[in-house]
């Protein structure tokens, strides 16, 4: 049972370049979310999945895409990455938006 | 806009001795409040969970109180031991979303 995994765990970008991180979870739960950290910021939330079909913009979406492809993973993505996303982003999840949420162990993206 | 702060910023305390961390929310309808623990470098680990309708929750050496109607919760942590140096976030949840306060970090010195 690995919770929830992260991949990749470090990333370098150049401005404009595009990627994917990606996220799975083991645990049979129907809501999956995107955080970014950030200092001085805290954790702020880019998208949301409550179940499986159902994507929704959270605090801070632009710039980013998200597809939720099966029950297990959801994916974000960077068109084309600016310096401002430097950054280190967390997936959650959770059984219901009324159960405690579980993370990843992060992706440190920087971008150049 | 729920803003929720954690005072006070940095804490460090002698192995044995409690804890007292505390956590302010503006918004008192929230849905639950949840307390991680994150180590530099790594992951959030989820603590424990207080529905709005609870008081407190209780897990070994935690002990988390949630007063909703003045927007406050307190995480003590007995007999702190030099392992449970770490930073410790209080989150609410509203609607969809956690909010994030921005973390205690304590140290507990053997």
Known sequence: NAGVTQTPKFQVLKTGQSMT??????MNHN????YR???GMGLRLIYYSASEGTTDKGEVPNGYNVSRL????FSLRLESAAP??????FC???KSRDNEQFFGPGTRLTVL | KQEVTQIPAALSVPEGENLVL?????DS???NLQWFRQDPGKGLTSLLLIQSSQREQTSGRLNASLDKSSGRSTLYIAASQPGDSATYLCAVRDDYKLSFGAGTTVTVRA
């Open chain 2, 22 to 26: 505390n956590c302010s929310f503006t």
């Open chain 1, 31 to 34: 809501s999956m979310y995107w």
């Open chain 1, 84 to 89: 401002s996303q430097t950054s280190v982003y």
């Open chain 1, 92 to 94: 959650a999840s959770s």
């Open chain 1, 70 to 73: 099966n029950k297990r993973e």
């Open chain 1, 37 to 39: 950290q950030d200092p």
């Open chain 2, 29 to 31: 309808a929230i849905y």
């Open chain 1, 21 to 26: 991180l990606q996220c799975a979870q083991d």
